[in-house]
């Protein structure tokens, strides 16, 4: 079942304007990661967020975590038109071993940078 | 070029056909991933595996099946039985035993039921 869900589901924006989608997921996380996916391609890892962790940056972008909200964000910071992708949050719930590896993804924002 | 291949690109099926899609990667990666994706949706975990000889259903499973003889392959198979399989398939692979699970996607296969 998807548990998490992004917001918005679509977003356009003017070239360097900052671009912002939220993320919101239901259980307990081991971390959070977002993706990036170009049209009809595969997805890309972009950025991981451990569950201790509140704020990272990585370039243009920066996730913020906030845990007891069940929710996080991934800003990008002076768009440009190769940003134009949907993005994705994934979330690997706390495991006490390393069976059952595997990622919850969300519904995806599908961001439009206008050139 | 280490990465994660998927084919064909396209393909093409008949009602009540099976059809199966490749999976490879040639980057050691222990654990393997099927996903479908329907249009402006996420991603529905289909089947995965730990090791060789090993894989787990997802949240979908019903009307596919996998097999994992060696590490570097992963094939999909969609049977008659998947009621509505057009769709978006995508395959992923990851190291297994980290403390994240970061997961490295392959391109794609785009399946059609006519």
């Known amino acids: 079942s998807q548990q998490g869900e992004e917001d918005p589901q679509a977003l356009s924006i003017q070239e360097g304007e900052n671009a912002t989608m939220n993320c919101s997921y239901k259980t307990s996380i081991n971390n959070l990661q977002w993706y990036r996916q170009n049209s009809g391609r595969g997805l890309v890892h972009l950025i991981l967020?451990?569950?201790?962790?509140r704020e990272k940056h990585s370039g243009r972008l920066r996730v913020t975590l906030d845990t007891s909200k069940k929710s996080s964000s991934l800003l990008i910071t002076a768009s440009r038109a190769a940003d134009t992708a949907s993005y994705f949050c994934a979330t690997d719930a706390p495991r006490s071993n390393f069976g059952n590896e595997k990622l919850t993804f969300g519904t995806g924002t599908r961001l439009t940078i206008i050139p | 070029d280490g990465g994660i291949t998927q084919s064909p690109k396209y393909l093409f099926r008949k009602e009540g056909q099976n059809v199966t899609l490749s999976c490879e990667q040639n980057l050691n990666h222990d654990a393997m991933y099927w996903y479908r994706q329907d249009p402006g949706q996420g991603l529905r975990l289909i089947y995965y595996?730990?090791?060789?000889?090993?894989?787990q259903k997802g949240d979908i499973a019903e009307g596919y099946s996998v097999s994992r003889e060696k590490k570097e392959s992963f094939p999909l198979t969609v049977t008659s039985a998947q009621k509505n399989p057009t769709a978006f398939y995508l395959c992923?692979?990851?190291?297994?035993?980290?403390?994240?699970?970061?997961?490295?996607f392959g391109p794609g296969t785009r399946l059609t039921v006519l």
């Open positions: 967020i451990r569950s201790n962790e």
């Open positions: 992923a692979s990851s190291i297994r035993g980290r403390e994240y699970n970061e997961q490295f």
């Open positions: 595996s730990q090791i060789v000889n090993d894989f």
